[in-house]
Structure formats: structure tokens, C-alpha cells
């Protein structure tokens, strides 16, 4: 009997849970596949990847100075549909959020990877991966660090040969995916209509 009961509830349940949930986190949905052109060395970075970009996140970029001080560049915040950005400790804006795939129209955005160690960042057991970087026509020798328990991106350091985008040889981008310290700005401005 409750067998039964239990399969008759199932697709109610189903179709109330699953589109709360597709709402929610609507990108995280079915990224998890190799996307034609992928560099194979590179899956475990593209899969974390995908897990990081795929739900809710925020970055802070920093340039890297000579004396090995950052410079807060900017600060982006995804939410949903949305994207929060502000430059340095200027004003929020708000648009729509574009997508970010590990292919872009020239190629592999992560290549020639390698699983350079296992280690700790802090206290958070990670996986850190030497990989070459290019996205936009910009290239970098690039480490990226990766939690071991969740598969989702920690920082990215980028030592760009050739053009850079920020005047900056090297870039660090530090992520932060727990879902309770990531909060949308009050007071952004809003450019989805312009």
C-alpha cells in the first residue's frame, strides 16, 4: 500500500521540486558534459569549472603588482540571470548575465593541463593544476586551485604572455561559491535595459 501511495505522489512531487529547483540555480543544469573541443587533459578543471560558474557565485580580480601586492581590479557577483559588477570601489551595476563556456570561439578556454599537487589552501584539502589560459585573445600560463570536497574553483592566477587586459602581467581571481556569503547590492544600477 504505501508503495503505491508513494508512486502515486512521486510525479506531483517531481513536478513542483524540479522547476524550484531549475529556477534556483537554472544554469547548473546539465553543464557537466565535455563540450566539443575540449582539450581531454583538462576535464577535471572543466567539470569544476562548470560547478563553479553554474550556480551562484562571486569573484574579486586583483592585479598582481611587482612587489607582489594586489590591486583590487574588480568584483563580480552572479545570481540567477543576473551578474553585479563594480570596478575597484565604484559604483554596482547590474546585467543580464551572459554565458561562459570552457570553449569560446577560438578554441579550449583551460589546455595542457596537469595535476601539479595535492596540497592545502588554508585549512581546504585542494587540487592545484598548471594549465595554459586564453580566452578573448588573451593567453596565460595559469595555476588553478580546486577544492577537492566540493569540485568548484578556489583562485585562478594568470600570467599572461603577450597582451594583457588590465595592464597587469599577472592576475589573481579568488571565488567564492557558499551560497550564504553571496548577496546582492542594494544599491546597483541596473543596465538590462540600455
Known amino acids: 500500500m504505501r508503495l503505491s501511495f508513494f508512486a502515486l505522489f512521486l510525479p506531483l512531487i517531481l513536478t513542483v521540486a524540479l522547476p524550484c529547483a531549475a529556477r534556483e540555480d537554472r544554469r547548473s543544469f546539465g553543464l557537466l558534459d565535455r563540450l566539443p573541443g575540449e582539450d581531454p587533459s583538462c576535464d577535471f578543471v572543466n567539470r569544476s569549472y562548470e560547478r563553479t560558474v553554474g550556480g551562484y557565485y562571486a569573484t574579486r580580480l586583483y592585479g598582481v603588482q611587482p612587489t607582489?601586492?594586489?590591486?583590487?581590479?574588480?568584483?563580480?557577483?552572479f545570481m540567477g540571470d543576473v551578474a553585479y559588477d563594480r570596478q575597484g570601489l565604484g559604483r554596482w551595476h547590474l546585467r543580464y548575465r551572459g554565458p561562459r563556456k570552457t570553449v569560446d570561439g577560438?578554441?579550449?578556454v583551460f589546455r595542457h593541463c596537469s595535476n601539479a599537487s595535492d596540497s592545502f589552501y588554508g585549512?581546504?584539502?585542494v587540487k592545484v593544476f598548471q594549465v595554459d589560459w586564453a580566452r578573448d585573445g588573451y593567453n596565460a600560463k595559469s595555476e588553478v586551485v580546486l577544492s577537492t570536497a566540493t569540485s568548484k574553483i578556489i583562485k585562478i592566477t594568470r600570467q599572461f604572455t603577450g597582451a594583457t587586459p588590465t595592464g597587469f602581467p599577472v592576475m589573481t581571481e579568488f571565488f567564492e561559491t557558499k551560497r550564504d556569503r553571496i548577496k546582492a547590492p542594494s544599491d546597483a544600477i541596473d543596465l538590462r535595459n540600455e
Not at 68 to 77: C, S, T
Open 106 to 108: 577560438i578554441g579550449a
Open 68 to 77: 607582489g601586492e594586489f590591486e583590487l581590479l574588480l568584483i563580480r557577483v
Open 123 to 125: 585549512a581546504v584539502p
